[in-house]
């Protein structure tokens, strides 16, 4: 926001302008009137300015803007030396009497002016003094007086220095080496960082560039010599330390958000007439310092065609010329259908063809443009992951779960905890740099924490036998993307506790075993008509006691989609987790967990298939299997012997652990859809795939 003075503009426009046309042509422009207040006889308005548009934050900037709207805009309304008339006088910076040492990356440009024999007994003219008044600006003496005035009316930051108070004669801009500790011209002390830019003498700190000056070296009724400072800081240097600090000034306010260091000499000097025509004195020295390249020409090339596409206008290069030459854009090359400019030096939000663009637009008139239908030859790409999120969230909640939504962050010593090494695929380490708490410092790569915690605190609440589910995201790193992080849409399940409570009829609670878990993975990938394939994990904080069906080794099983790894499942080890945690002491039945990646789900088309009208053959068979062999590999056997094979059931597994063998009982079905079967054609094909089983993995049926 920007308050201005409707006299104070009257005056540099040189002209009676209505309240009404002034506020309609700063709403046309792009500028929104927030509030008008009657103050001391004068209009004081507010408008909203963008942070792109520093320029506007004086009351020249908006002078510029009531005259640019004009048909006929007077161009000398950007020459700042068209307002006043000051001392041309060279900068010569090796006689500056003091001696200025600036360090490269403090700023673009570091102008001042000595002034010496001043008077400060003086009295503020009273029109300055008024002013200010209705800015709320308390009047402190004559020099600091006009140096607010300047600033508003140009928007220019200065700040006064009374020499005779620095130690040496020596001035130092400079990055801060070390942290310390100054008091500011309001009596409040300033806490300097290390890397915050200062101005300083050999005796410390004398001002926080951008922010605000120290007590040490301000100006009072008895300065006699001073120096002013007009300087342009870094931007982003300025505006960390004023929120670290808490410390917000008129000047840092326009720090932060650009100063134009083409007329920060040009200031200095309007600053230092204004002293000594009300307070007398001698100007004996200017001192300019500029980066390099900091006056360097911003040329911006725009197509016409680009123009009248992105406006829906039919403007010729002629007619933008004319729009954006009452902006201060001045054509210095025409060739084809493009046009060369030259943005003015106090607009520092032109960097691209489209900023230009925008000017056109305003010269133009947003009131004059058309507005059109759009016009687009648009094809319906369906969204393949939130399509399959809301498939999921169906399934799971026809299944009766609850969904939950968790926060992204986990403690930072989880992966420690759960034994996931960098070479696991469970593992992350995208750390936040400024945390919460240690409790959530990382961004997790899993959801099992987080799914954990929430089913340990509705135990705590008395809420049991419950399948929760998350729909949310992953976070780890991966060089393949250009931030070198990759978010990955997961879904999570976690099941304990009975899943049919005893009562009438039931003499016993139905707890939720591992097999419900394995049975909801196949309801998911069932309904998009999708195959998967499970091998043994190495999920460390997974039990496996349930592994018998892969090895004695296996710690959870992986989900494998198109040979890639999709994600993993198996029965959740509470004493590993117990560390972070704690109440899933709670619980005191088993945990089943699994991990599913979206973006491995793709619907496929589901043919329709009519079952057979002849019967179904149901037999099963007790088969004593070695325990390094897997289900999955006696099951494919089976399958492959056959072509009216229709379906193969693991009905159940027993046998001693101290043993190298137990017993695996499958029931397979049989069926043709042409015919019915022979008992001779099921008993070859169990001739054939029981005496391969045998040869190749050693399995044999139990007597």
Known sequence: MFKFS???????????????????????????????????????????VKANRPDILSHIGVAREITSFKEFADVSVFDISSYYEFDNTKPNNSEFPVSVKIEEGTCERFSAIMIEGIDNHAKTPNFIKKRLEIFGVNSINAIVDISNYVMLEMGQPT???????????????????KEEVFLTLTGKSFEVKVGDITIRDNLGVICMAGIIGSQRVEVDEDSKKIMIESAVFEKTAVRVASKRSKISTPASFRFERGVNAKASLDAARILAKKIVETCGGKICGIFDYKCKGLFKENKIRIRVPRVNLVLGTYLIKSEITKYIAKYGFVCCNDSGDALEV??????????????????????????????????????YRKNEVYSALDTIRNIMVGVGA??????SFIQSNAMEVLGILPKDKAYGDVFLQNPISSSYSLMRPTLVVSLLQTLSYNYSMGNYDLILFELGRTYVRDQNYDTGYKETDVLGVIISGNKINKGWGIKDDLKFDFYDLNDLINIIYNEFGQDFSVLPGEFLFLNNEKSALFSSICHGFEINVEGKYSGFFGEINKKIFSEIVPNVKLIKDDIFYCE?????????????????????I???????????????????VIKNSADFVRNIKIKDVYGSEE???????????YRLSSRTLTTKEIEDTEHIFLDKLNKELGVSVKL
């Open 596 to 616: 599913i990646f979206i973006e491995s789900i793709k619907e496929n088309k589901k043919q329709l298939k009519f079952e057979s009208k002849f019967p179904l």
């Open 6 to 48: 409707l006299d104070w503009v009257r005056g540099l426009l040189g002209e009676e302008s209505s309240l009404n046309s002034i506020l309609d042509i700063l709403c046309l422009q792009g500028f929104e009137v927030k509030t008008v207040e009657e103050i001391n006889g004068d209009q004081v308005i507010t408008i909203e």
């Open 342 to 379: 030259l943005a003015p030096h106090f607009r520092l939000d032109i960097d691209s063809e489209i900023d230009v663009i925008e000017e056109v637009a305003r010269g133009f008139g947003y009131n004059r443009i058309e507005p059109t239908n759009l016009l687009a030859d648009t094809a």
């Open 159 to 177: 700040h006064i220095y009374d020499l005779d108070k620095i130690s040496n004669g020596e001035i130092f801009v400079q990055k801060a080496k």
């Open 659 to 669: 043993k190298d063998n137990h017993a695996l009982l499958f029931e397979v079905s």
């Open 618 to 636: 149901l037999r099963m068979y007790n088969l004593n299997c070695p325990k390094d062999v897997s289900a999955s590999r006696i099951t494919d």
């Open 402 to 407: 609850d969904e939950v939504i968790t926060y």
